[in-house]
């Protein structure tokens, strides 16, 4: 469930690396979205 979930992120969300987005300067919807991509990728990756 994990992995579809990460795929979707992946086209839906925008991605903030690409953007050089500065952590400190982030936004709280922006810092969201972070936080919910990191928590499905990571649950993703724990999954064999």
């Known amino acids: ?3 579809l979930l990460a795929k979707l992120n992946k086209l ?3 991605s ?3 953007q ?3 952590l ?3 936004k ?3 810092m969201a979205i972070i936080g ?3 928590y499905v990728t990571t649950r ?3 999954l064999k």
């Open 44 to 46: 993703a990756l724990d």
């Open 28 to 30: 709280k919807w922006q």
């Open 24 to 26: 400190a300067k982030a």
């Open 16 to 18: 903030f690396t690409k």
């Open 36 to 38: 919910w991509r990191y």
């Open 20 to 22: 050089q987005l500065d």
């Open 1 to 3: 469930m994990y992995k």
């Open 12 to 14: 839906l969300l925008p």
